[in-house]
């Protein structure tokens, strides 16, 4: 009689042992041994998914399955720490580093600084505007500069049209 009774992943034994081998299919070997052929580090990437999948205990997984799962569960982890930090409403039109500032405990540093934060804000403001008469002034003077250039070939064509050894002879 063994003393120990369990299987190497821990479970009882009931008779039905669980392989940890990792099956390869066809395509993810061919696909490997193409990645090593034409630039390696494709198949050492295919390699190292594939170490992955027997660690994280998915052996019959498909390997494109065991990608895809892992890549949303990380995209999904990724949203919850953006929106844990505030960083979900940087893809909107303005940028916003931060929700707002924490209080220290210092009530006359926390009100000199929501004035500063304030006022840099105004500066910022009157800094997108400024931005935005400066690109309709420059659109302005384009067009200005388009209508006198087009005036000028217009007068132009006209003035060789009108003369009398350019006209055509019917």
Same mark, same amino acid.
């Given at each position: 009689?063994? #003393?120990? +009774?369990?299987?190497? /992943?821990?479970?009882? /034994?009931? @008779?039905? $042992? =669980?392989? =940890? $081998?990792?099956?390869? $299919? @066809?395509? %993810?070997?061919?696909?490997?041994?193409?990645?090593?052929? #034409? *630039?390696?580090?494709?198949?050492?990437?295919?390699?190292?998914?594939?170490?992955?999948?027997? =660690?994280?205990?998915?052996?019959?997984?498909?390997?494109? %399955? *065991?990608?895809?799962?892992?890549?949303?569960?990380? =995209?999904?982890?990724?949203?919850?720490?953006?929106?844990?930090? @505030?960083?979900?409403?940087?893809?909107?039109?303005?940028?916003?580093?931060?929700? @707002? &500032?924490?209080?220290?405990?210092?009530?006359?540093?926390?009100?000199?600084?929501?004035?500063?934060?304030?006022?840099?804000?105004?500066?910022?403001?009157?800094?997108?505007?400024? %931005?935005?008469?400066?690109?309709?002034?420059?659109?302005?003077?384009?067009?200005? !500069?388009?209508? %006198?250039?087009?005036?000028? *070939?217009?007068?132009? !064509?006209?003035?060789?049209?009108?003369? &009398?050894? +350019?006209? &055509?002879?019917?």
């Amino acid at each position: 009689m063994s #003393v120990y +009774q369990g299987t190497i /992943d821990g479970s009882a /034994d009931t @008779g039905e $042992r =669980r392989s =940890r $081998r990792v099956r390869w $299919r @066809g395509v %993810e070997l061919f696909a490997m041994i193409l990645g090593f052929i #034409v *630039f390696w580090p494709v198949g050492l990437a295919i390699l190292f998914l594939k170490i992955w999948q027997k =660690r994280e205990g998915r052996p019959d997984q498909d390997l494109v %399955e *065991f990608v895809q799962e892992r890549g949303s569960e990380m =995209r999904g982890r990724c949203a919850a720490k953006r929106a844990r930090w @505030g960083a979900a409403e940087w893809g909107a039109s303005e940028w916003k580093p931060f929700s @707002g &500032p924490r209080p220290t405990g210092n009530s006359a540093f926390d009100d000199w600084r929501s004035a500063e934060l304030a006022r840099l804000e105004e500066e910022r403001q009157k800094l997108v505007q400024a %931005e935005r008469d400066f690109a309709e002034h420059l659109d302005r003077l384009r067009r200005a !500069r388009d209508r %006198e250039e087009f005036e000028r *070939f217009m007068n132009e !064509r006209n003035a060789q049209q009108g003369s &009398p050894d +350019q006209r &055509p002879q019917a």
